[in-house]
């Protein structure tokens, strides 16, 4: 029987795209649903680092560790643009973890993940470093470390966009409402949520790149029936005024043995976070909560001299981690590595179900779920991803101020702030946007243009005003209540002038 795809798969956050990517440049034909909108699950909302995670060799995850660290500067190298380089200033707390354990974590950290353009740790007098200006006098010394920051939902967003590229149907606004075996292979239902017509498409293979929803894929193809192979564990974030003038994170350590961190965030920002502790409801329902809003501005305001109330918070999210159920006591103990479960084989078609997993192990995670379609269905090009720069990301490592200057010089009546803006979420696609004549089109709100809201649409897949304000860019926090109207009547009007034909 022919079958209309070689691989569908369910979910658009980082793992479904990226997959979707790999296989489409590797030569299958493959069709990506996600049920709302890109990066709208738990993809938009982490704390934004590449990182190996010092905190989890303390629960002896060396191999994600050292994946998660190896993979820093690979995809530094693919996406410079929206992924940059951050040093962590760790303060001693004479009543935490001892100094020796802190240095020898940071020894391991610095030593095991091939660690080649990020500079190493060191010592820092907080009595005498700038970073130590905005904490209590009682943190006199400390540690700085490297990892990098991302912008989450953008990564999502290029994978999706190579992988369309290349080849790979991405539908958004899209569910799976059904899969059903047949012989060989798979029929998969597919609702479109903005219409609500439906159709059924088959494949060899589905993969089930669910996220906190991967069980209920699960139990809707009938093999796992009350299927609970993920813990879900939810985490929050805050956003403050920016609390301090430096460009570097800090990462606290709390009395209940958690860390979080305090991350410079869009220029005029701090990000706080995270929170982790069970989430038993539906994962759509997730929602910070006022307990963990506290929490979090009482854990900031242990270190920071400045105190920090709820009240001062402009913004927050919260996300579910479909953390692999183990049978952890604890949230936090719960592990961060990714599973891959193969139900089938290369006579009947299988459904690849990838539990857990971090942003930053994300391409590492496709390249093994490559490993099982390539045994099921046959190899057909060899891995390729770990070179291959996303889109805009054609630029050095070091290039970013470059990049800048030529946008400048392409675009001189445009504010340099704005071209900064676009380098940092475009890169090399900002000439696109800005186009040959070097303009931003007619502005709607901010300096939000017509053309990169063109670029969004027809691009991007953005359809609805927090599509572009909080996942595509994050212009939503500084967006008043009429800005975010316009921006909505624009949508409206070019919607019905492209349905009118
Ligand atoms: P998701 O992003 O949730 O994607 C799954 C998608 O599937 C969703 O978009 C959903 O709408 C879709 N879907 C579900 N069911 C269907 C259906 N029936 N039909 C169609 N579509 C469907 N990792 C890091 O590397 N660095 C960090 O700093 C970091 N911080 C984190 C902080 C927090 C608080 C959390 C919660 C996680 C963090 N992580 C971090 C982990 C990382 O964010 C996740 O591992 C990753 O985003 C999971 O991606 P995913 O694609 O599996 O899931």
């Known amino acids: ?110 030593h095991i993940g091939g660690r080649k353009k990020l500079p190493p740790t060191k010592v820092l007098d907080l009595q005498k470093d700038a970073a130590g200006a905005p904490l209590k006098d009682q ?101 403050v005024r920016k609390l301090f003038a430096h460009d570097k994170a800090y990462i606290f350590q709390n009395d209940d043995k958690r860390i979080i961190f305090a991350i410079p965030y869009e220029d005029d920002f701090t990000l706080i976070g995270t929170t982790d502790r069970d989430h038993i409801c539906a994962p759509e329902t997730v929602k910070i909560s006022a307990e963990e809003t506290e929490y979090l501005c009482a854990s900031a305001g242990a270190y920071f001299k400045q105190q920090i109330v709820p009240t001062d918070v402009v913004w927050s999210y919260s996300g579910i981690r479909p953390l692999f159920e183990q049978g952890a006591s604890s949230a936090q103990e719960a592990t961060r590595d990714y599973v891959l479960k193969v139900d089938g084989d290369k006579a009947r078609g299988a459904m690849i179900n990838v539990f857990g997993g971090k942003i930053t192990t994300y391409r590492r995670l496709a390249e093994s779920v490559l490993s099982e379609i390539e045994q099921l269905l046959g190899a057909r090009k060899p891995s390729w991803t770990a070179t291959a720069p996303l889109p805009g990301g054609d630029f050095p490592v070091d290039g970013f101020d470059a990049l800048v200057a030529r946008l400048v010089r392409h675009a001189p009546g445009v504010e340099k702030a704005t071209l900064r803006r676009l380098a940092r979420l475009y890169g090399t696609s900002a000439f ?70």
Request: charged share 25%; with cysteine.
């Open 1 to 110: 029987m022919p079958f209309d795809y070689d691989v569908i798969i369910i979910g658009g956050g980082i793992n479904g795209c990226g997959v979707a990517r790999d296989a489409a440049g590797r030569g299958y034909k493959v069709l990506l649903a996600e049920m709302n909108d890109l990066a709208s699950g738990t993809s938009s909302a982490s704390t934004k680092l590449i990182h190996g995670g010092l905190r989890y060799l303390e629960h002896h995850e060396f191999r994600l560790v050292r994946e998660a660290l190896m993979e820093r500067e690979v995809l530094w190298s693919l996406a410079p643009h929206i992924i940059w380089p951050l040093r962590f200033v760790l303060p001693h707390h004479s009543a935490l973890r001892p100094a020796w354990m802190l240095r020898l974590g940071l020894f391991i950290y610095d």
């Open 139 to 239: 943190f006199r010394k400390g540690f700085e470390y490297s990892d990098a920051s991302v912008q989450d939902a953008r990564m999502v967003v290029l994978n999706a966009r190579d992988a369309a590229e290349r080849g790979a149907e991405i539908l958004t606004r899209t569910e799976v409402t059904e899969v059903t075996r047949k012989a060989q292979g798979f029929a998969v239902s597919l609702v479109n949520c903005i219409t609500k017509s439906s159709r059924s498409v088959t494949a060899r293979l589905v993969v089930n790149a669910a996220g906190p929803w991967v069980d209920r894929v699960l139990s809707m193809a009938a093999q796992g029936k009350g299927a609970r192979n993920v813990r879900l564990v939810q985490g929050s974030h805050i956003v």
């Open 432 to 501: 696109d946007i800005l186009g040959a004549r070097g303009e931003l089109g007619r502005i709607i709100a901010g300096d939000l243009g017509v053309n990169e809201i063109d670029h969004l649409v027809r691009r991007e897949w953005a359809v609805s005003t927090d599509d572009i304000l909080w996942r595509r860019t994050k212009l939503g926090l500084r967006f008043g209540t009429d800005d975010v109207k316009a921006l909505e009547a624009f949508l409206q009007q070019s919607a019905s002038q492209a349905a009118a034909g």
